[in-house]
């Protein structure tokens, strides 16, 4: 029994290492592709429900490792965010999306919306990149949307003293991931945002017998007493198209139903369609 529990001892603690290991290299890959500019992006466009008009478009980052293949945002967000890398990757689509959407942007009026974390907020050299940004490619604050989660917040206090320092710039704040947490509804009273995203996880409830869809009322009444811009998240089904189409003919939504994030090259297609 007792060279049983150290086999499975040392088992585990390989294991242990090997995900470490892992992580570490999946850390300098990232750092590298980074380096290298390997991280491209792919946009999603956002429709008005009422007519189908593009409003805006979000930027969503991807990458493909030579040696691992595609690794999703949802895996190295969060590891960037947990190393200190995030700044630079925010740093990275700031400019760089907004130069490749400038031509967009600058002939037509939609939006381009950017996913930033609660430490970017508070970073100077982000705010002055992305002021920067703009200024060099001509493009107006009130094209873009800062999208915000309340992940690795530090606190309200320190988050709602950054945001007015944009105060003046046109630059909007969405309320991004809405329905997941518990904050949320604490958030949204403390943060001057102008638009609210709704997570896909109330998207999904729409019809089912889940918690959520019996919600949906009531938020549906909240925020159509709300001046905000509202936006449902990961639209699927003509179902819940036409849920929202009778229920919230206001709100904006997002999703496969639409379009898939693609391109620039094809975006432009989707676009002039
Ligand atoms: P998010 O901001 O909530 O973005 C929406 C995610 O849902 C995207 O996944 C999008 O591709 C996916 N999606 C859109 N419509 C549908 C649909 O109809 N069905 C389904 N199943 N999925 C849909 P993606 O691109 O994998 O991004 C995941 C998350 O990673 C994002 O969630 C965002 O939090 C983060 N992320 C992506 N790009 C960036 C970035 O440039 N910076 C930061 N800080 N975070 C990013
Ligand atoms: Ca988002
Ligand atoms: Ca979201
Ligand atoms: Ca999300």
């Not at 850390?27 to 189908?52: C, G, S, T």
């Not at 689509?93 to 130069?99: G, K, L, N, T």
């Not at 907020?121 to 989660?149: H, M, W, Y």
């Not at 139903?257 to 975006?267: H, N």
Request: aromatic share 8%; charged share 20%; with cysteine.
């Amino acid at each position: 029994l007792f060279s049983a529990s150290i086999i499975i001892g040392l088992l585990i603690g390989a294991l242990f290492v090997n995900n470490v290991a892992h992580n570490q290299s999946l850390l300098a890959r990232l750092k590298n592709a980074l380096e290298n500019r390997e991280l491209h992006f792919v946009y999603q466009p956002i429709y008005k429900i009422k007519d189908r008009k593009i409003t805006g478009i979000e930027v969503l980052l991807r990458w493909t490792d030579p040696q691992i293949g595609h690794i999703g945002p949802d895996i190295f967000i969060p590891l960037a965010e947990k190393n200190g890398l995030i700044n630079k990757i925010s740093l990275y689509v700031v400019e760089h999306a907004i130069r490749e959407c400038a031509p967009v942007l600058l002939s037509s009026d939609i939006t381009l919306s950017i996913n930033v974390s609660c430490a970017d907020i508070c970073s100077e050299a982000f705010r002055e990149k992305l002021l920067s940004t703009l200024k060099q490619e001509n493009v107006p604050g009130e094209s873009i949307i800062l999208e915000i989660t309340e992940r690795q917040s530090s606190g309200t206090e320190d988050i709602k003293r950054s945001m007015d320092l944009f105060k003046g710039t046109g630059i909007m704040f969405a309320l991004d991931d809405f329905g997941t947490g518990y904050s949320n509804l604490n958030w949204l009273s403390l943060l001057d945002v102008g638009e609210i995203k709704i997570d896909k996880s109330i998207t999904d409830s729409i019809g089912t017998e889940s918690i959520n869809n019996h919600i949906l009322p009531g938020l549906i009444e909240m925020f159509k007493n709300m001046p905000k811009i509202v936006v449902f998240e990961g639209v699927e089904t003509d179902m819940q198209y036409h849920f929202l189409k009778e229920n919230i003919p206001e709100c904006c939504a997002q999703g496969w139903y639409f379009t898939k994030a693609v391109p620039l090259s094809e975006l432009r297609t989707v676009l002039e369609a």
